[in-house]
């Protein structure tokens, strides 16, 4: 489960330089501080890489926090081990040597972990809800692709869920396709009803708002006990009161004033 408030103990995705001789050093720094300095432990790609990223910030207090290894090495059942500290209140980072953790880099195996026992999972400084829906996911990022909008149609659409998921088991790889508001409910139900049971389905909502919700399990589980549609319900508004801008899917509700975005909905069928 993610939660973006920051405020809880927890596991945080941080970005990392891709030079640290970029123009923006300075103000990326300063955009990042108030998030290192809530750290007791970093994840760590390499200790050359996270050392380097911890000395942009110039902070003693830094000196203190625990640095552990985070990659290719990284044992299946060392995972939980790493997850003690953030179980008995610590807050914890992810960093790769550059970019962003799990896009193409460590970390998924350990989010995915991460939302098996219930730790709050957040990443600082999405830009990208596509990327950000990947990351928080805790499904492999080094084989995706994103599907865009899947048919209305429900025949068609059902035909698209099965080619996707055939080519996620075959190639291995994770799949992520978006959907406006009002079909939210359709395309969830759509999902359970045609993927494998096995199958990891990841559904974010809200991403980086106060109220985003990231959830990912496997489809027998969303099965068991869904908090999805109470998640809607949360959010339901009567439809004459709001106008759909088709252009960028976004639902405006004047009386409200609240604007809903879509789901994205992350597959990977192959772990």
């Known amino acids: 489960m993610s939660n973006s408030s920051g405020s809880k103990p927890g596991l945080i995705l941080l970005p990392n330089l891709l030079s640290h001789e970029a123009v923006f050093k300075g103000a990326f720094v300063e955009f990042l501080r108030p998030e290192i300095l809530k750290l007791q432990g970093l994840f760590i790609e390499s200790m050359k890489g ?7 910030f110039k902070e003693p207090s830094l000196n203190k926090a625990t640095l552990s290894y985070l990659n290719e090495h990284t044992k299946p059942d060392e995972l939980d081990f790493l997850l003690e500290p953030i179980e008995q209140g610590e807050t914890w980072g992810i960093v790769s040597d550059a970019g962003m953790p799990v896009i193409a880099d460590p970390g998924s195996n350990l989010i995915l972990r991460a ?6 999972v957040s990443s600082y400084g999405m830009t990208s809800s596509i990327l950000g829906a990947l990351q928080l996911s805790g499904l492999p990022g080094q084989h995706f692709t994103f599907e865009g909008y899947l048919p209305r149609e429900e025949k068609q659409r059902k035909e698209m869920i099965q080619k996707i998921e055939a080519a996620s088991k075959k190639d291995k790889s994770t799949h992520l396709f978006i959907e406006t508001p009002y079909r939210n409910r ?11 049971p096995k199958t990891y389905l990841s559904i974010s909502i809200e991403l980086s708002s106060p109220r985003e919700v990231v959830y ?42 609240q604007e809903k975005r879509p789901a994205i909905f992350v597959i990977n069928a192959a772990i």
Do not use: N, Y
């Open 50 to 56: 996270g050392k380097a990223f911890m000395s942009l």
């Open 186 to 196: 359709d395309l969830f139900q759509a999902l359970l009803q045609t993927l494998h």
């Open 115 to 120: 939302h098996q026992k219930g730790i709050p």
């Open 216 to 257: 990912t399990k496997r489809v027998e589980k969303w099965k068991g006990s869904s908090p999805f549609g109470q998640i809607l319900d949360r959010k339901t508004i009567d439809q004459k009161e709001c106008q759909t801008d088709e252009a960028d899917s976004t639902q405006t509700c004047e009386k409200h004033g």
